[in-house]
T-cell receptor, first 115, second 112 residues
């Protein structure tokens, strides 16, 4: 089954404790992206990657890091989480404009709470 | 996704009627536009997209209209069904930057 998986689905942590949210896709997509979703603000893009070892900032990259060492994986790293990073996070993948498709497939989401 | 729906504009339609959800986009340089559906507790799901060189595109029970003059996008759903109840987002993108900007969403409620 074609899908995007994220882990963990729920996470409660404390300020300053480094964490990683994993994202994996099995569709051989070149494009992957991370979003956060907050009430009243919609989805905002954090980082995206056009291919292995190629990443770029979205609209809200502060406090986040990403890496793309393999095509299928795109982890989101919070080196020192703060309460304002409490949010619902989505990973997405796509063939990408370079593949002729803008359709993004989204994962199920990770609800992060930072206390 | 249970907190996603707070503060969203809501469109209520009777089952079987047509629904029209509107979206204003911000960037004149955007050259493709996408509609997504998000059900409670799930990630967004692609519905339909349209390139800037088109003004209309039809899918199964859905039609997207693009008016570049006023930077407006609409999603029409024919014969709305209870399963269409969800939050709908428009998104704009620029093929030169690979970045996406999402709207804040509209909640569609289908009344039986």
């Amino acid at each position: 089954e074609a899908q995007v998986t994220q882990n963990p689905r729920y996470l409660i942590t404390v300020t300053g404790k480094k964490l990683t949210v994993t994202c994996s896709q099995n569709m051989n997509h070149e494009y992957m992206s991370w979003y956060r979703q907050d009430p009243g603000l919609g989805l905002r893009q954090i980082y995206y990657s056009m291919n292995v070892e190629v990443t770029d900032k979205g609209d809200v990259p502060e406090g986040y890091k990403v890496s793309r060492k393999e095509k299928r994986n795109f982890p989101l790293i919070l080196e020192s989480p703060s309460p304002n990073q409490t949010s619902l996070y989505f990973c997405a993948s796509s063939l990408g404009p370079q593949g002729g498709s803008y359709e993004q497939y989204f994962g199920p989401g990770t609800r992060l709470t930072v206390t | 996704g249970e907190s996603v729906g707070l503060h969203l504009p809501t469109l209520s339609v009777q089952e079987g009627d047509n629904s029209i959800i509107n979206c204003a986009y911000s960037n004149s340089a955007s050259d493709y536009f996408i509609w997504y559906k998000q059900e409670s507790g799930k990630g967004p799901q692609f519905i339909i997209d349209i390139r800037s060189n088109m003004d209309k595109r039809q899918g199964q029970r859905v039609t997207v209209l693009l008016n570049k003059t006023v930077k407006h996008l609409s999603l029409q759903i024919a014969a709305t069904q209870p399963g269409d109840s969800a939050v709908y987002f428009c998104a704009e993108g620029s093929s030169g930057t690979y970045k996406y900007i999402f709207g804040t969403g509209t909640r569609l409620k289908v009344l039986a």
